[in-house]
């Protein structure tokens, strides 16, 4: 009689499997971020597992921003934390630039689709103090612009105060990664055009912007929003024909 075994597990999917045996427990117990996790000898003891093997995937969840390590207190359910995503994006969105940019468009088609396609919600909601914050955004912009000099910050916090009428933290939050990808790859592109009237077009784009924000048009931001993300394409484009 032939005893067929069960094929043995390599140690990469044992550790994925160990670290999903960590985060089901995480929420089986209803542990919340701050939350402490058991100690490594009652984990250890619980899972079956030795402490050097718990470990490694400790580790791999510190890396996911799922557990934090507080030397001295212990391990803790970590708080939302989407640096994890933004280093992995960053580096894709860069590589890419090497091989044609593909991951890199496809980053800028995520981002011109979360802000295009929410944009009339936020109009909906948007308050008059928030509407005054992107009056004097776009004014420091302008101002800037007239004097040559980039707005990099300013135009970073006219897109965070867009949404922020939403009250979503976790959009806020995956805007900003994306905001910090996209403005990442911009940078590797080397190609920016810092000139005054770039400058000047830019901070007039966002002129256009909030004036649809303020007269309620939702078709038409949503519409000025896609169009946003024009430039980067071109020099995407451009790139992909050069390699």
Do not use: C
């Not at 000898?41 to 470990?55: D, F, I, K, Y």
């Not at 940019?101 to 919600?121: K, T």
């Not at 040559?148 to 990664?177: C, I, M, W, Y």
């Amino acid at each position: 009689m032939t005893i067929t075994r069960a094929p043995r597990l390599d140690a990469h999917a044992r550790l994925r499997a160990l670290t999903a045996d960590i985060t089901d427990l995480i929420l089986d117990r209803g542990l919340l971020p701050g939350d402490a996790l058991p100690t490594e000898q009652e984990l250890s003891a619980e899972l079956g597992v030795g402490r050097n093997t718990l470990r490694e995937a400790i580790k791999v969840l510190q890396a996911l921003g799922v557990v934090e390590i507080r030397h001295g207190f212990g391990m803790f359910v970590a708080a939302e934390n989407l640096l994890a995503l933004s280093d992995s994006l960053t580096f894709r969105g860069q590589m890419s630039l090497r091989h044609k940019g593909h991951e890199a468009n496809e980053l800028v088609d995520v981002r011109q689709a979360l802000e295009s396609g929410l944009v009339g919600a936020a109009i909906a909601a948007i308050t008059p103090e928030q509407l005054a914050t992107l009056e004097a955004t776009v004014a420091t912009m302008e101002s800037l612009a007239a004097n040559g000099q980039n707005f990099v910050e300013a135009d970073k916090n006219f897109h965070r105060t867009l949404f922020e009428p939403l009250n979503n933290e976790l959009l806020s939050n995956l805007l900003g990664v994306f905001w910090d990808v996209y403005r990442s790859i911009h940078q590797s592109m080397d190609t920016a055009d810092s000139s005054r009237s770039h400058l000047a077009e830019t901070a007039h784009s966002h002129r256009e912007l909030l004036e649809a924000v303020r007269a309620g048009d939702k078709a038409l931001a949503s519409d000025l929003l896609s169009s946003h993300f024009d430039g980067i394409r071109e020099q995407l484009a451009r790139m992909a024909d050069i390699r």
